[in-house]
């Protein structure tokens, strides 16, 4: 199964670089922005990226479901193949200019995340894993090279990055908050670091933990097998939860006694 899926990995990336190229950054520092019904951003650049993403998927696995932020699916586990897409993971970043925006390519089995890739276009960076394949950087046209997680067990020894605040006192949702403040608290460093970026840090040994409180199964499937394969651990916040693709949240770690105490303080 590993070369299979190392094989798919490869269709992914060259997707996920395609989708850069042809359609993201053109659109790059020039998107006009519309709103969807939620209130979020979305471009035409998020709409076109996961239009070609799924052409591509389509074609190459016609067999295979396929869920994504623009354009839908099922938003449950499936048997078999589901590819799970977010063109433009941190559009708001898009938008802005800030060139920490990813284009994210996961792939579940019967409901198991087993292939992740993370491309970064405006940095020309790309993270991906899978199953059994261990966990790749690669920048440019450099040859990639294999990461891991710098293996801090301690808080007060860890530098820490958060998505933002929402879902915790700071800024409290309907439903379900976390405690941010003893974390920042106990935590050795912290910063906001936003969207895809901070778990492929943690994958790299740049950031010991990262923590994203509201999170949809496109942002979260293709993380998964990165920082698994890299050698860290991920978690959701809810304890309830059974799948972590659909759980609504995401924390990563280098080392599961790290991870333990995150969680700890923030579900306090």
């Known amino acids: 199964m590993s070369r299979e899926l190392a094989e798919l990995t490869e269709f992914a990336i060259h997707t996920a670089r395609l989708a850069g ?5 053109p659109s790059y520092r020039m998107a006009s922005v519309e709103f969807k019904a939620d209130g979020t951003e979305v471009t035409e650049a998020d709409r076109d990226g996961e239009a070609l993403i799924r052409n591509r998927i389509e074609a190459h696995c016609p067999d295979a479901a396929i869920l994504g932020e623009e354009f839908g699916g099922e938003r449950s586990p499936l048997a078999g193949d589901q590819w799970i897409i977010d063109p433009i993971d941190g559009t708001r970043s898009f938008i802005l200019g800030v060139p920490l925006f990813g284009t994210l390519i996961g792939l579940l089995r019967d409901g198991e ?13 790309t993270l991906y894993a899978s ?6 950087y690669g920048l440019g046209g450099n040859d990639p090279i294999q990461v891991r997680p710098d293996p801090i067990e301690r808080l007060d020894q860890a530098f820490v990055s958060v998505s933002g605040v929402h879902a915790t006192e700071v800024e409290p949702v309907p ?7 003893p974390l920042v608290q106990q935590a050795d460093r912290f910063r906001v670091v936003g969207d895809c970026i901070q778990h492929a840090l943690v994958c790299r040994g740049r950031l010991h933990l990262a923590v994203d409180t509201i999170m949809s199964p496109w942002d979260i499937a293709a993380l998964i097998p990165c ?7 991920v978690a ?14 995401l924390v990563s770690a280098a080392t599961r006694p790290l991870m333990q105490q995150a969680v700890c303080l923030l579900n306090g």
Request: proline letters at 4%; aromatic letters at 4%.
């Open 236 to 249: 959701a916040l809810d304890p309830d939860s059974d799948n972590i693709t659909f759980s609504g949240s």
């Open 131 to 136: 199953r059994g394949n261990g966990c790749w």
């Open 227 to 233: 920082v698994e394969e890299a050698g860290g651990c």
């Open 21 to 25: 190229t042809e359609v993201i950054m």
């Open 113 to 125: 995340a087993v292939l992740g890739v993370m491309h970064l276009p405006a940095l020309d960076e």
């Open 175 to 181: 439903g379900r908050n976390v405690r941010l403040a």
